[in-house]
């Protein structure tokens, strides 16, 4: 996930490509009514505006760029309103129904001014068995913001199931350690159903949470329990 040069990199591979390629470039567009990542509300409990540009080669290899509107970087003190993500890596199916996912992800928030910058490099890896993943992301860097809290790991497993008429099912339980700032650590739960219709898919989640999370006085929970729901189209 992050910034304008792995964009330029992404349109650029568009343009050079084999026409064969042309359905591997997709965008996505989305409204969320609110940004949960990891469990953590990243708007204040509000709605975002969320986008995103994915390339992936025949090969396996894959490349893209996501932004999304955010609000804890200005509630922390500093002065970014925006999350750019850019990441690539690559993923094969190693067996029947076992495919293999690693690859780098880099969080960007522009002009951030934090005493520790909240850009954070992770390497993660996932292995999906069936309707299965388990993944562990690794950062490289100190991790949003928390001082040396370089070589800090998340561990989640979610699993999707079609239910049947459209709609599919996630379950999906997930634990953060923060190293050298164990009392930031915490488990994050969900569970999501989701329906393509019209075009669209229409999602609704619901999130928890095993700690609080208050960012900057504004009085409010950002780990709370809570049900998020959002529309994604894909181009």
Known sequence: MKPILAVIAVATLAATA???WADDLSYNLSVT???????ISQTRLKPALQGGIDY???????????ASTIKWIKDSGGD???????????????????????GFLRYNYPSNKLATSANTNELYGAVTVGPATLKYSHSVSNLFGFADSK????LDLS???????GFTMTPHIG??????????????YSLTVNKDWQGFTWGAAFVATSTDAYIGGKGKDLGKNGLVVSVKKVF
């Open 18 to 20: 084999a026409p064969v």
């Open 33 to 39: 009514s609110d940004y949960r990542y990891r469990g």
């Open 56 to 66: 992936a080669h025949p090969s396996g290899f894959y490349i893209g760029a996501w």
């Open 80 to 102: 970014a309103d925006v999350e750019i993500d850019t990441y690539l890596g690559y993923k094969t199916e190693v067996a029947k129904d076992v495919t293999v996912d690693v």
């Open 151 to 154: 070589q800090s790991g998340y």
């Open 159 to 165: 699993a999707t199931f079609d239910v049947g008429s």
């Open 175 to 188: 634990h953060q350690k923060v190293k050298n700032n164990g009392d930031f650590s915490y488990t994050d």
